[in-house]
């Protein structure tokens, strides 16, 4: 499998509406540690993917944006909400959820 990371957003987009294999996108949400901030506002990252394929190769095309919120704060959900819209006009669902590929070897 190919792993592409794709910084601009929109540029993310672009790729799923070409390439994209399945009608979801998986999203993810991840908390940004702060050591040394002791506020109440948390940094969110959201991190979109999708599968596509080249030739024979799955490729996972991913991308990632932040937000801030406080701790009481549910804005990351809505968000996400926001993009179900969006995605939703084009036939496209979001499911929480990660992909990744397990490789296993054997020898004998």
Same mark, same amino acid.
């Given at each position: 499998m +190919? #792993? +592409?990371f794709i910084d601009n957003v929109e540029n993310f987009i672009e790729f799923l509406e070409k390439k994209r294999l399945m009608d979801e996108i998986f999203y993810e949400f991840k908390e940004v540690k702060s050591h040394s901030d002791l506020s109440s506002e948390i940094e969110i990252e959201i991190i979109l993917h999708f599968l596509s394929k080249? $030739? /024979?190769f799955l490729v996972l095309y991913e991308t990632k944006f932040s937000i801030i919120k406080s701790s009481d704060s549910n804005s990351d959900e809505? #968000? +996400?909400? $926001?993009l179900q819209k969006i995605f939703e006009t084009r036939g496209i669902s979001l499911v929480k959820g990660k992909i990744r /590929? +397990?490789?296993l070897s054997y020898s004998s």
């Open positions: +190919i #792993v +592409i080249i $030739e /024979e809505k #968000v +996400i909400q $926001e /590929e +397990i490789f």
